[in-house]
Nanobody, 123 residues
Framework: EVQLVESGGGLVQPGGSLRLSCAASGFTFSSYAMSWVRQAPGKGLEWVSGINSGGGSTSYADSVKGRFTISRDNAKNTLYLQMNSLKPEDTAVYYC????????????????WGKGTLVTVSS
């Protein structure tokens, strides 16, 4: 059974940082591209960042480029999202997502989702 379990969310002040983690199990983690997707209160899903299976290719939404960094540790079956210079508009539930392919991920072609972790940016 595929499981994706996010952690690391919480309340942070504007300008602060958080690091999200996603522990994956039930599939060969190193064979698949992964992404982070978020949903702000009252809004739709927004793809945030993606990474290919090997970790050598990453991509970002314009809204987070230069502030967020996606990475993965295939030995630990874990996906990360380092979020710096956080803004109130980054407030959302952040989901870890698995793609059914291994190339660099830039879309919502996703076959498994985690349950999400809430990030709130507020003073």
């Amino acid at each position: 059974e595929v499981q994706l379990v996010e952690s690391g969310g919480g309340l942070v002040q504007p300008g602060g940082s958080l690091r999200l983690s996603c522990a994956a199990s039930g599939f060969t983690f190193s064979s698949y591209a992964m992404s982070w997707v978020r949903q702000a209160p009252g809004k739709g899903l927004e793809w945030v960042s993606g990474i290919n299976s090997g970790g050598g290719s990453t991509s970002y939404a314009d809204s987070v480029k230069g502030r967020f960094t996606i990475s993965r540790d295939n030995a630990k079956n874990t996906l990360y999202l380092q979020m710096n210079s956080l803004k109130p508009e980054d407030t959302a539930v952040y989901y870890c997502a698995k793609h059914p392919y291994n190339k660099a991920a830039t879309d919502l072609n996703i076959d498994y989702w985690g349950k999400g972790t809430l990030v709130t940016v507020s003073s």
